[in-house]
């Protein structure tokens, strides 16, 4: 198999603009629009030669998924559990199918001109499954290629490092991954696995037959009425999700426990994982003392019952994600308070945590797993 080559957009002017790097050379299975310089770099990744691209096996489709994508009353297409699905188990493993560098600044971009060429160099099936995506954008708001795009995008990172630089996401767009719904209390989540070059889902709770599988799509430690508008901002539907549907009390109750969660870091933080939690425990472990763990002006001790109200606050809303890095920071907080061996609890259970989010063999769980080893055994 000759090995995938860069090709210039029509109206490319000079190298940083759009390149198109079809993979596998021949019936292309995914499409990167990138710079000359970034396409010939993707080019010579080892991952390509892997016989399970060309052979199509990494297709979800081809193994036998625990869910079925269908149709869902006012919502389109989505993911449903076709059988029990326990936590921490991986749903879901998927290269995607369109990858576009979210920096690239291109007159035609708007226009969906560099999407549709894009996925011109497709093989056939890749390109109908692609334009098979909902486009939730009027045609005068959005034409239909930059629309579904729009509608369906996540975030991947070219980079091994353990907080990617924003430099280096690129978006892309998942034949399956893509039709998964939106909820402001998600039953999986989504991370990145950079030495696969896959998108996965991991259940964050136990998930029943017939449960619809859904993700966050934007921001969830915000009260009911920003969540609202965020998503019609972003995505065009308003959400009717479990803590949506709320109203009176109840409704002023999930606010404050989310706001709550919002307030407790800063900047607030919206994803479990935190390089910088991890580096304040090592570094609490070493003796010195580290402001940054309770903040400006507050004792350890006031910053510890907090983050515990947090964590209660967090599976109150069904925000679980969130939940390793709190157990981290309870960790991080009993150190500098001399109290080890309680730290080590909480230290293996954010490990646990974050294992259960994005699997043992992610990056981020490895690395995380390695701090906690040093630390304590
Ligand atoms: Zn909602």
Request: net charge negative.
């Amino acid at each position: 198999m000759s090995p995938p080559t860069p090709v210039a957009h029509d109206s490319a002017q000079g190298p940083e603009s759009a390149h198109f790097l079809p993979i596998p050379s021949t019936k292309p299975q995914i499409v990167f629009v990138d710079t000359l310089e970034n396409t010939q770099n993707i080019a010579k990744w080892d991952l390509w030669s892997s016989p399970a691209l060309s052979s199509g096996e990494w297709h979800p489709s081809r193994t036998s998924p625990p869910f079925e994508v269908r149709s869902i009353e006012n919502k389109g297409m989505g993911m449903v559990a076709s059988r029990a699905i326990k936590a921490g188990e991986l749903v879901i493993s998927e290269m995607p199918t369109f990858v576009i560098r979210g920096t690239l600044e291109e007159p035609d971009l708007k226009q969906g001109i560099i999407h549709s060429a894009a996925w011109d160099l497709l093989a056939p099936e890749r390109r109908e499954a692609l334009l098979s995506l909902a486009n939730s954008f009027a045609p005068e708001d959005q034409a239909h290629v930059p629309g579904t795009h729009s509608t369906n995008w996540y975030h991947s990172s070219i980079t091994e490092r353990v907080e990617p630089d924003h430099a280096l996401d690129v978006h892309s767009l998942y034949e399956t991954l893509s039709r998964a719904n939106h909820t402001c209390s998600p039953n999986v989540q989504y991370s990145f696995h950079w030495d696969i070059f896959s998108g996965q889902f991991h259940a964050l709770r136990d998930i029943e037959a017939g449960e619809e599988i859904s993700i966050q799509y934007w921001a969830l430690l915000v009260d009911w009425e920003e969540r609202q508008k965020d998503l019609v901002d972003h995505f065009r539907f308003s959400c009717t999700c479990g803590p949506c549907s709320l109203t009176g009390e109840a409704r002023a109750q999930s606010d404050k426990r989310r706001t709550f969660l919002s307030d407790l870091a800063d900047p607030p933080f919206e994803y479990g994982f935190s390089a910088a939690v991890l580096e304040d425990l090592r570094r609490a472990l070493n003796g010195d003392t580290v402001p940054s763990i309770s903040g400006e002006g507050t004792s350890p001790e006031e910053t510890l019952a907090k983050v515990k109200q947090g964590l209660q606050y967090a599976e109150e809303e069904n925000i679980l994600a969130h939940i390793p890095r709190m157990q981290l920071w309870s960790a991080a907080l009993l150190v500098q308070l001399g109290r080890k061996e309680e730290a080590k609890e909480w230290a293996l259970k954010g490990r646990d945590g974050i294992i259960r989010v994005e699997g043992d063999d992610s990056y981020n769980a490895k690395y995380f797993a390695k701090v906690v080893r040093d630390a304590f055994e």
